[in-house]
T-cell receptor, first 115, second 113 residues
Framework: DGGITQSPKYLFRKEGQNVTLSCEQNLNHDAMYWYRQDPGQGLRLIYYSQIVNDFQKGDIAEGYSVSREKKESFPLTVTSAQKNPTAFYLC??????????????FGPGTRLTVL | AQSVTQLGSHVSVSEGALVLLRCNYSSSVPPYLFWYVQYPNQGLQLLLKYTTGATLVKGINGFEAEFKKSETSFHLTKPSAHMSDAAEYFCAVRTTGNTPLVFGKGTRLSVIA
């Protein structure tokens, strides 16, 4: 089955610790995205990557870092500099076309709780 | 810059009643528009999208949406609500290329028996 895998589903960390969220896709998509979801705030873009070894900051990149060494993988690290990291994190991917009609496919999400 | 406004953070309907979820967008060029649904603690699933052509778009689970350029709207409707429709719904917009979708803040739909 093709799709996007995020692991773990639930993650607990102590304040001040860095933590890495995994995102893997086997859809052969070029573009991948990370969003943060908080109640009542919708989805806010953290980082995105349109090609291997390249990525761009989104609206709320401070306190986060990413890498894109492989087409299939786009891990997100939540650093200790992120002031309020407790949230639901969603990874997405899409094909790369010249137009804008291609939808984004989403993974099941990781709920991060910082204690 | 693109933006999306979803009117009403929470909508409640009776089972069997019409569902209407409102979405207005702001874009300086013709947009591509999307509706997604999210069930609790899950990812988002595409309901339908408008690209070009027919302005009335039919999606999964009996939902449809109409693109109205003059009103800059893309409201989501379903003639008869079912209990299983209870979820959060997100409207999103993109204008070109592989730029990320821009999402509204979402509308939570409750269905009352």
């Amino acid at each position: 089955d093709g799709g996007i895998t995020q692991s773990p589903k639930y993650l607990f960390r102590k304040e001040g610790q860095n933590v890495t969220l995994s995102c893997e896709q086997n859809l052969n998509h070029d573009a991948m995205y990370w969003y943060r979801q908080d109640p009542g705030q919708g989805l806010r873009l953290i980082y995105y990557s349109q090609i291997v070894n390249d990525f761009q900051k989104g609206d709320i990149a401070e306190g986060y870092s990413v890498s894109r060494e492989k087409k299939e993988s786009f891990p997100l690290t939540v650093t200790s500099a992120q002031k309020n990291p407790t949230a639901f994190y969603l990874c997405a991917s899409s094909v790369k076309t010249s137009g804008g009609a291609n939808e984004q496919f989403f993974g099941p999400g990781t709920r991060l709780t910082v204690l | 810059a693109q933006s999306v406004t979803q009117l009403g953070s929470h909508v409640s309907v009776s089972e069997g009643a019409l569902v209407l979820l409102r979405c207005n967008y702001s874009s300086s060029v013709p947009p591509y528009l999307f509706w997604y649904v999210q069930y609790p603690n899950q990812g988002l699933q595409l309901l339908l999208k408008y690209t070009t052509g027919a302005t009335l778009v039919k999606g999964i689970n009996g939902f449809e949406a109409e693109f109205k350029k003059s009103e800059t709207s893309f409201h989501l409707t379903k003639p008869s609500a079912h209990m299983s429709d209870a979820a959060e719904y997100f409207c999103a917009v993109r204008t070109t290329g592989n730029t990320p979708l821009v999402f509204g803040k979402g509308t939570r739909l409750s269905v009352i028996a």
